[in-house]
């Protein structure tokens, strides 16, 4: 008799335990808020987003059970190294803006339905966004794309179209409706070509950025005076108008800040001072005469040099891509294994970082999210130099070392050799590296990446000066 008792107890007991674990996690899962913003930030709160996408979550009560120390904690550490929605929803609370990079992975976990992991919810029952959720995730990307695109559109005299929205990129607009100073553009293209920004003459803007060369120099790291090599690759200078920051580390907010650097690098172009440079300029009565019809009683100035090289530089805007008129709207711009490419590259998360009209440049991520960096470095067999350290580098803090601006793909396939620091000689290579790292399918057939290569290959555009060669060997003189 005792043991029937106990027989039917614990079966009893297990129903009961199960019932109230079920309750507590199925939970506070109601919307209360009227807000989209506020209804948004419950899905993330009532889901357990914040366990894993946060820096510095709580430990699961369970986790301090013997057993179960150290239980997710791989998934907690790449969740945030993904996107952290801690900070997406302490901008939301402030009424700041969300970067549109993770708006964009934020739609495309929930079209995949591939969070929370399966681990997780296993254990967290009803985790997984309801109907009603998911529909409130769709409802406020739309609400933050249209917010972004109608921002966009306004600063660069962009035609509208509803239809961007729905897409985590956007065709590029077109330079000649750009407002841009004519006069001091035409200088800016003289001094990006004009070798006395460096100490000994031999270097220009253009030595590295060479403007029939869709931007860069083809080489694994940027060469300056004196024979001198950097330590990372020199990204192309068309489309960088649109970065959110320059610099690989994003040390300069703009243009004009990164036009001013490598004249006073002494790797790169070597002087130690500006006013150097404004007084081998001050030589030239011509370009003194130049200076003085544009910028008046200023003169030539680091200011004036800089402004000038930055106005030229928004000009250098390659639209009219074929993917860019397949976006906007001829849909036989694109074979069909092209577009299944960008539906793959869409699918696979390379458009949750590679996202807006230059496809890229919108925000810093980390190299190696679901595979540590350490082995990236490890098995390209060289010693670390500061360029290799990314956002750190600037910031000084730990949380963004090997973190790196997403380069915009826009001519991607003409601008090799690929990554941070050109190591990649095929464009092949550099996809299954950023699968391998950064997303979570680490080895992708060959079909997946042939057809997103072919994709790639697309976003080759047009502009008057690609085939810029009225200075030669990038000099005035």
């Known amino acids: 008799m005792k043991n029937k008792k106990i027989l039917i ?24 808020a009227t807000e989209l913003d506020a209804q948004f930030v419950q899905v993330i709160e009532n889901n357990g987003c914040l366990q894993c996408h946060a820096a510095d979550p709580d430990a699961f009560w369970y986790q301090k059970l ?6 997710f904690e791989k998934d907690m550490t790449n969740g945030y190294r993904s996107i952290d929605l801690e900070k997406v929803v302490n901008q939301i609370n ?4 969300v970067n549109i990079a993770d708006v964009a992975k934020i739609e495309q976990s929930t079209l995949n339905n ?10 967290h029952w009803g985790a997984d966004l309801n109907a009603k959720e998911q529909q409130i995730v769709y409802d406020w990307v739309r609400e933050k794309r249209t917010a972004h695109v109608e921002a966009f559109a306004a600063e660069y005299n962009m035609a509208m179209n509803d239809a961007f929205i729905s897409e985590p990129v956007m065709p590029l607009p077109d330079p000649a409706m750009f407002n841009v100073n004519h006069q001091k553009a035409m200088l800016g293209l003289d001094l990006f070509h004009d070798t006395r920004l460096s100490i000994d003459s031999t270097i220009s803007c253009a030595s590295c950025h060479a403007l029939d060369n869709v931007g860069q120099d083809s080489s694994p790291h940027a060469r300056g005076v004196g024979s001198q090599m950097g330590g990372i690759s020199a990204p192309s200078v068309y489309n960088a108008v649109f970065n959110v920051q320059q610099f690989w580390n994003g040390r300069e907010p703009d243009l004009q800040g990164q036009a001013g650097g490598p004249p006073v690098n002494l790797i790169e172009m070597g002087y130690e001072s500006f ?8 030589k030239d009565s011509t370009m003194v005469a130049r200076f003085a019809s544009i910028y008046g009683a200023e ?5 004036s040099i800089t402004d000038a090289i930055a106005e030229f530089e928004r000009l250098l805007v390659t639209n009219n891509s074929p993917f860019d008129k ?6 036989t711009a694109l074979t069909s294994e092209e577009i299944q490419g960008y539906e793959l590259f869409k699918k696979n998360y390379c458009a949750t970082c590679h996202v807006g009209a230059s496809m890229g440049g919108q925000s810093f991520e980390r190299l190696g999210t679901v595979l540590d960096a350490a082995v990236y470095f490890e098995e390209r067999g060289t010693e670390q130099n500061g360029d290799d350290q990314g956002l750190f580098g600037f910031t000084g803090l730990e949380d963004d070392r090997y973190k790196y601006k997403v380069p915009n793909l826009r001519n991607v396939a003409l601008t090799g050799p690929w990554m941070h620091d050109g190591t990649h000689v095929t464009l092949e290579d550099a996809v299954r590296t950023m699968f391998r790292f950064n997303t979570p399918t680490a080895n992708p057939s060959d079909e997946t990446v042939e057809k997103i290569v072919l994709f790639l290959n697309t976003l080759n555009g047009e502009n ?11 000099k005035l003189r």
Do not use: C, H, W
């Open 9 to 32: 107890i614990i079966p009893v007991a297990l129903v009961a335990f199960v019932a109230v674990y079920a309750g507590i996690m199925l939970s506070g899962r109601g919307i209360t």
């Open 275 to 282: 006013d150097d440079i404004v007084a081998e300029l001050s």
């Open 94 to 97: 402030n009424g700041e803006p």
């Open 464 to 474: 008057e000066y690609l085939d810029y060669k009225n200075v030669p060997s990038n």
């Open 114 to 123: 591939d969070m929370p992991v399966i681990q997780y919810t296993i254990v």
């Open 66 to 71: 013997p057993g179960f120390t150290g239980l």
């Open 326 to 331: 397949y976006l906007l709207g001829d849909k």
């Open 299 to 303: 003169g030539i100035t680091q200011n």
